[in-house]
C-alpha cells in the first residue's frame, strides 16, 4: 500500500545522502580505531540488518577487520514499533559475551533495538552512526545527535526526484 507522506508523525525530516552517511561512518570507524580490549584490536563487527549494514561495511574496511557477521532486528514497520524480535543470531562461537565485538547500527531512537542486542551480548561495544537522545545512554560511541521528533531518512530509502522551482511555473 503506497503511504501519504504527509501524515508521517515526526515533525522534522533529516534527509542523509550517501556521500553524508560514507563520511559519517568513516568518521565512526576513526573514532573506534585502537578502543578494542584487546591491545586496540576489534575481533569483527556485527551489522545490526538491514540498516547497521552500510555503516558496518564501512567501518570494517576502514579498520580492516574481515570477520563481519549480522544479527537481524526487526522493530518498526514503516514509522511505527513493535515489539523488537531477534530474526537471526551471529555465529555463537564467535560472538561469546561479545567480548572485542563492534556491533554497529545506523542509529538508535528509542534503544529498544540496542537493548534487546546487549542482554544478549553485554561486554559488545556499540556503535552507532547517529543517536536520538532516548536512545543515547544505550550506545557506547556514536557521531551524530539529531533530536527526537526528526525522523531520519536515509539514502536507500530515497529516490532523486523533480521539485518545483522556488518561484513556481505559469
Ligand atoms: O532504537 P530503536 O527505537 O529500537 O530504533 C532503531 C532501529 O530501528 C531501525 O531499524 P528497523 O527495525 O526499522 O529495521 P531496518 O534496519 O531493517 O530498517 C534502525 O535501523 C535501528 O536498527
Ligand atoms: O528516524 C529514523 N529513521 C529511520 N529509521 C528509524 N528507525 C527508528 N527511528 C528511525
Ligand atoms: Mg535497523
Request: aromatic letters at 8%; glycine letters at 8%.
Amino acid at each position: 500500500m503506497r503511504k501519504d507522506p504527509s501524515r508521517l508523525p515526526h515533525e522534522k525530516g533529516f534527509h542523509i545522502s550517501w556521500d553524508q552517511i560514507h563520511r559519517d561512518s568513516r568518521a565512526l570507524a576513526w573514532r573506534l580505531d585502537g578502543q578494542g580490549p584487546d591491545s586496540g584490536a576489534w575481533r569483527a563487527v556485527v551489522a545490526i540488518t538491514r540498516g547497521g549494514m552500510a555503516p558496518a561495511m564501512i567501518v570494517a574496511r576502514e579498520l580492516d577487520i574481515r570477520t563481519v557477521d549480522t544479527i537481524s532486528i526487526k522493530s518498526y514497520d514503516h514509522q511505527k514499533q513493535s515489539d523488537a524480535k531477534v530474526l537471526k543470531a551471529p555465529d555463537d562461537t564467535l560472538m561469546g559475551d561479545g567480548t572485542g565485538i563492534l556491533i554497529v547500527d545506523d542509529l538508535v531512537d528509542s534503544g529498544k533495538t540496542l537493548e534487546v542486542v546487549r542482554s544478549m551480548y553485554p561486554h559488545a561495544h556499540f556503535a552507532t552512526v547517529y543517536a536520538k537522545p532516548k536512545g543515547e545512554p544505550k550506545v557506547d560511541t556514536f557521531i551524530t545527535g539529531v533530536s527526537q521528533d526528526t525522523w531520519i531518512f536515509f539514502p536507500w530509502d530515497m529516490a532523486l526526484q523533480y521539485v518545483e522551482p522556488y518561484r513556481g511555473t505559469d
